[in-house]
Structures are given as C-alpha cells and as structure tokens.
C-alpha cells in the first residue's frame, strides 16, 4: 500500500469522527428541547401552586386581621371574636354597625381560619408524637441487637446459634415433660396414701369401739350378775401407784395431788346429785299421797293435785338438769334419759297402793294369829310382804 492510500484513509476516519461529533451534539440539544417541552406543564403547576400558596398565606394573615386575632390564637379565641363580631354585624342583631356584606366576609374569615388552628394544632400534636417516638427509640434502641433473637443462647454465627437455640428447647421440653410427669406420680400417690390412710383409720376405729362396746357389754353383764358387789377394794380410793408408764410423771402427780385431796370430776358429782334428787322426789310424793285418805275427799283431791303440779316442775328442773350431764359426760353409755313425771306419779300411786294392801294383810294375819302357834307364820308373811314392797321400790 502507497503512502498517498494512507494519507486518505486517515482523513476520512477524521471526517467520520467529526461528523459524529456534531450528530451527537445535535442530539443531545434535541432531547433537551423535547424534555423541557415535556415538562412546561409541570412547571406551570409547581408554579401555580407556589402563587397560590403565597396567596392563600396572605388570605390567612388578612382573615386574622379582619377578626382581630393574631396567628398562634387557639380556637376558643377564634370562637370568641366571631361571637362578638356577629353580635356587632349581624343584620338581625339590631346594632348600629349591622352589615349583610361585612358579616358574610366575617364569617368567611371565621371558617377559615378555624381550620388553620385546627390543622396547625395537629401538626404541632403529630410533631410532638414524632419527637417522642425519636426520643424513645434513641434511647431505647438495644446495644447488642445480634443477641436479641434466640433468646440470647448460644454464641457464634447467627447459624451456629440457631442450633444452639433448637438444642435447648430440645432439652428444655424433655425437661418439663419429666417434671409433669414427675408431679402426676406425685398426685397419683398422694391421693392414694390418703385413700389408704382414710381406709386404715376408718378400719382402727371400728375395731376401737367394737372392743368398747364389747368391753361395756362385759361390765355391765358382771354388774347386773353382782360380780363387783363383793370386791375387796370397793368403796376404797384406788392405790397410789409409784409409777405408771402410761403417763408422764407430771400428770401422774397432778393427779395424785387431785385424788389426796378429794377431787372428783364435775361430771360424777352432777351423777350424784340427780340420783339424790330423784330419790327425794319419788319419796316426798309417796309421803304426800300417804297423808292422804283412801278413798280422797274432795279436799283431799284437791291437795293431791297440787302436789302432783309441783312433783311436774321439780321433774322438769331435774330434766334440765340432765341435759346439762349429758353435755359433759366422757363415756356415751353413761347418759341419762329424762324422767317422765306422770309415769313417776303412776309408779307412786301403785306403790301406796301395794302399801295399803300389805298393811292390810298383816293386820289381817295379826288377828287371826293362834297364841299355840305363836307368831312365827305371822311373822314370816309380814317379811315377805315387806321384802316384796322392797323390791318393788327398788325396780
């Protein structure tokens, strides 16, 4: 190839390059006509709104100078001025200064510039929320974020806890399946061993007062055949023991000292005294209905009745009485039924009558009596009938 060939290769490269240097500028500058051109209409807009929002800042400070207020009033003070604004403009008001035409810019104002307080009193209210929630989470905001999640187990990559973390809630399950598990035993036994308990104290105590009953029914058997009529010991206090290992010492001497000095339980001494007293009531009516006739005159019956009225509230008092003992006594069987008043009077008028006719045969007997026979037969009847009186007196 000639020198000449690349001379001319050279310069239409050139050209080339120059040539595309201008279309690119061309380019360039067409675009940027074109996309101004797009955007003369938003331009016009923005342009339009920042008019009207100067427009509508100036209608607002021209709304609060025709109420008198300032900007930064709240809305009660807004309230305020246009109350007495329409009390001053109103046509109806019958004021001097009444105008249809100020009155209708008025209430212009008052709508507008009512909801520029509102709409500023909310944004103030959402900028101090917004300031608040920044100020929370600036101070709030965690050190050591990474250990937060997996409720700080494990150490090491974010994967390497995560294994970590499966494990021991692994662990932590098995953990709480063993202590329910645990618990459940637990109740299952306890409730079994009160079960047995309750059996086992049920099954004591049966046999505890079987063998009282038992033991009772003995005594009581031997005392109705006379077995403890001819004790060596009966009517003695009981013997001082030196020692008695079913007791402590103290109780032992307590007791003692008690016995030395006569004490006897409230309980025997109520006993006592009721087994007197009845004693003393069936005798003091046998002895009145002996006083009086047999036959009994009107008089007589008279007097028979009353004392039967007071032998009634003796026995009603000795009722009361016996309810007192049964409150107190320790052993069951030694309760007391109440005396029945007129089966006592019954039990009296028999008794007198069984008398009268003792005294009548033996008086009958006494007079029939042969003086060779002397009085042995005589006698002998007469004991008897007084030894049946006895018996019946002690039934």
Known sequence: MSITGQNSGYKKSTIYVMMAQVLRSQLIKTSTILTLGKMLPYLSVIRNRM???????????????????????????????????????????????????????????????????????????SEVEEAAEEENFKYNTPQHRQYLSFEGIGYGTPSQREKQ???????????????????????????????????????????????????????????????????????????????????????????????????????????KEITDTIEQLREAILVSRKKLGNPMTAMEEQQWKQACEQFQENIRKLNKRINDFNLIVPILTRQKVHFDAQKEISRAQKMYETFIETKEVTDKNSNDMNPREGKTPGSKAGVLNWWNLWKFIKI
Not at 58 to 78: F, P, Q
Not at 197 to 203: A, G, I, L, P
């Open 51 to 125: 008019m009207s929002t100067h427009k509508s800042k100036k209608k607002i400070r021209e709304y609060y100078k025709l109420l008198n207020l300032v900007e930064g009033c709240s809305a009660d003070d807004v309230r305020e001025s246009f109350h007495k604004l329409a009390k001053q403009y109103h046509p109806d008001s019958g004021s001097t200064d009444a105008d249809s035409a100020a009155f209708i810019k008025i209430e212009e104002a008052y709508r507008n510039v009512l909801s520029h307080v509102i709409e500023e009193a909310k944004a103030r209210q």
């Open 165 to 271: 973390y499966r494990q021991f809630r692994a662990d932590r399950a098995a953990e709480q399946v063993l202590e329910y598990q645990k618990q459940k035993v637990q109740r299952q036994d306890f409730t079994n061993s009160l079960t047995v308990q309750d059996v086992r104290h049920s099954k004591e105590q049966k046999i505890t007062q079987a063998i009282e009953r038992l033991v009772e029914d003995l005594i009581q058997e031997s005392m109705a055949k006379g077995d403890f009529d001819n004790l060596s010991g009966k009517g003695k206090p009981l013997k001082k023991f030196s020692s008695c290992s079913y007791i402590d010492p103290m109780t032992h001497n307590l007791n003692r000292i008690l016995i030395d000095n006569g004490y006897q339980p409230e309980w025997i001494l109520m006993q």
